[in-house]
């Protein structure tokens, strides 16, 4: 029997972030894993801070080392490795004469709306990002939309971070006020991975806020495995529905996590269950750290193959990676070598 944390319904989502793990010896304790047997790895919280709220780690199985949430967040020796071909900045953003703000696509702007998470997970490709020199307060939001403002070609607005999320609700809704009265500006892209780590976060102010704006509202949600979906988080995703978003979902192709057809394709049925569209799944970004969890293109592709007999086209997510410097993610090649 697969023995399970329990979750308090009744915290609001600041109390939950108030209250994340954020000593590997708190977490093992919490999953009954011994701790003596992690004590080389416990070394690389140094490296990157652990950071999990309680509901996410209500989500895995106590006794198992292995259970694929808790390989995303656990701190790992092999993090120390120096590992040729990956980099502080693996999408050359941190050289940008626009701090908080990338163009790097003609027609969307991202911006990092807020610094902070609600979870580190150890893949990250900003897990080395200079926050402290992107920050954006409301002064600096105002520059921005000063900026988007005069650039006509700009009708997508992406808010990512660390997590917008994080952000509270009033003060997103006067962003998105702001967006509003600009003309040029027809969709609101929200990148978080708060509502399957919190799932308290998708509240009635902000679900009411998105329901009746001007704009269209995509959510992308960032799942990794379809343990990570529970009826809690099922439950936040009906509230979006109810007000109206788009919701799709982009995944990373971790080893050991979900680098088999059974977890993918049980990933995209579960989505699709709760009403979120597999929209990407991402190469690792070769992020310094990170290297034991990347997957082979030649994996990959062989991945994807399985998965296009085993789903429908439209539950089968577009296989990708970031190139710094390009202007779009870049597709790849599904072709098998001989």
Not at 74 to 86: A, D, I, K, M, T
Not at 230 to 259: I, P, S
């Amino acid at each position: 029997m697969i023995q399970r944390i329990e979750v308090n319904l009744h915290k609001n989502w600041q109390k939950e972030l108030a209250e994340v793990v954020t000593r590997p010896e708190e977490l093992l304790s919490l999953l009954e894993l011994p701790e003596a047997d992690f004590l080389p790895d416990n070394e690389a919280r140094s490296l990157f801070n652990l950071r999990v709220p309680r509901p996410f780690i209500a989500k895995m199985k106590k006794g198992d080392p292995r259970d694929p949430l808790l390989l995303q967040v656990l701190p790992r020796r092999q993090e120390f490795n120096q590992v040729p071909g990956y980099s502080t900045d693996p999408l050359s953003e941190q050289d940008n004469t626009q701090p908080g703000l990338l163009h790097k696509y003609r027609s969307r702007v991202l911006l990092v709306f807020k610094s902070a998470c609600a979870i580190n997970c150890r893949y990250c490709f900003r897990r080395h990002f200079p926050y402290a020199d992107n920050q954006l307060n409301r002064a600096a939001l105002e520059e921005k939309l000063a900026y988007i403002a005069a650039h006509n070609e700009v009708n997508e607005v992406i808010l990512s971070g660390g997590d917008p999320l994080m952000a509270k609700d009033e003060h997103i809704a006067w962003f998105i006020a702001q967006l509003e009265a600009l003309p040029n500006i027809k969709r609101l892209r929200i990148h978080s991975r708060l509502p399957v780590t919190i799932p308290v976060r998708i509240t009635e102010t902000l679900c009411d806020t998105l329901a009746n704006t001007r704009l269209q509202v995509v959510f992308v949600h960032h799942i990794n495995h379809g343990n990570e979906i529970d009826e809690h988080f099922a439950n936040a995703c009906a509230r979006l529905k109810a007000a109206g978003v788009t919701q799709l979902n982009q995944a990373v192709l971790l080893k050991e996590v979900n680098d088999n057809t059974d977890a993918q394709v049980a990933l995209s049925e579960r989505l699709f269950e709760i009403g979120i569209l597999p929209y990407y799944l991402h190469q690792l970004d070769k992020v310094q750290g990170a290297a034991h969890f990347e997957v082979s293109d030649a994996e990959a592709k062989a991945l994807m193959a399985q998965m296009l007999s085993a789903l429908p086209g439209f539950l089968v997510p577009k296989l990708v990676r970031e190139i710094g410097g390009e202007h779009s993610k870049t597709p790849i090649d599904l072709h098998l070598e001989p």
